[in-house]
C-alpha cells in the first residue's frame, strides 16, 4: 500500500463527522504531520550545529521549540487516528511528504541557523492557517481549533527567530535614532 493511500486510509468510527470529509482532513493532517516532524528535526539540526557568539541561547531555544515540536507531532497524529484514519509518521514518510525544503548542512554561524529556520517556520505557519479555513469549511471545528493552537505557538516563534533578524537601530550623525532593514525574508514582498 502506497503512502498515498495509507494517508487517506480510514476505519470503522462511530464520530459524526462524514467519512468523505474525515478523509480529506486526516490527509491534510498527515501533510502536517510529515511537516511537523520534518521541522522537528531541522530544529534539532540546528540545536547540535549552531556556533557562534550567542551559541548557548540559541542552543536552548532550538532544543525547547523541537521540545515544542514533538508535542504537536504527537497530537497531529493522535487527531488522525481519533478521525479513524492511520498516521503516517516515518522519518523516512515525513521527509518524501514535507512541504519544507531541505535543511542546509554547510551553515554553522547562529544568524544562518536562524534564518534557514525562520525561512521554514514561515511556510509552515502558513499551511496552519490554511488548514484551519481548510477543516472550518468541513465542518470538523476540533480540527481547526488544535491547527489555531498550533498556529499561535508557530507564529510565537517565528517572532522570537525573525527578532534575531529584523532592524537594527543605529545613532545617527545627529543623535537620532535611525533604522537599518535586514535583507528580506524568502516568499515575504
Known amino acids: 500500500m502506497s ?3 495509507l494517508a487517506s486510509r480510514l476505519f470503522p468510527t462511530r464520530i459524526d463527522i462524514p467519512a468523505e470529509a474525515r478523509s480529506q482532513i486526516v490527509v491534510l493532517l498527515n501533510q502536517t504531520l510529515a ?3 520534518d ?3 531541522q530544529v534539532k539540526q540546528a540545536h547540535w550545529n549552531v556556533k557562534g557568539t550567542d551559541f548557548y541561547q540559541l542552543h536552548e531555544l532550538f532544543d525547547e521549540i523541537a521540545t515544542e515540536l514533538e508535542e504537536y507531532v504527537d497530537m497531529v497524529a493522535e487527531r488522525v487516528t ?3 484514519g492511520y498516521a503516517v509518521g516515518t522519518a523516512r514518510a515525513a521527509a518524501s511528504n514535507s512541504i519544507l525544503p531541505e535543511y542546509p548542512f554547510e551553515i554553522l554561524d547562529g544568524k544562518d541557523h536562524v534564518t534557514a ?3 521554514r517556520f514561515a511556510p509552515y505557519a502558513k499551511h ?3 488548514a484551519i479555513a481548510k477543516t472550518d469549511d468541513l465542518g470538523d471545528l476540533d480540527t481547526a481549533d488544535l491547527y489555531t493552537e498550533v498556529s499561535r505557538t508557530i507564529d510565537k516563534r517565528l517572532w522570537f527567530l525573525e527578532a534575531h533578524l529584523q532592524v537594527a537601530e543605529i545613532k545617527g550623525e545627529n543623535g537620532a535614532s535611525t ?3 535586514t535583507k528580506q525574508p524568502v516568499g515575504v514582498k
Open 117 to 119: 529556520l525562520a525561512d
Open 39 to 41: 521541522l522537528k528535526t
Open 3 to 5: 503512502d498515498n493511500k
Open 82 to 84: 481519533a478521525l479513524g
Open 35 to 37: 511537516a511537523t516532524l
Open 179 to 181: 533604522v537599518k532593514a
Open 128 to 130: 496552519l492557517r490554511e
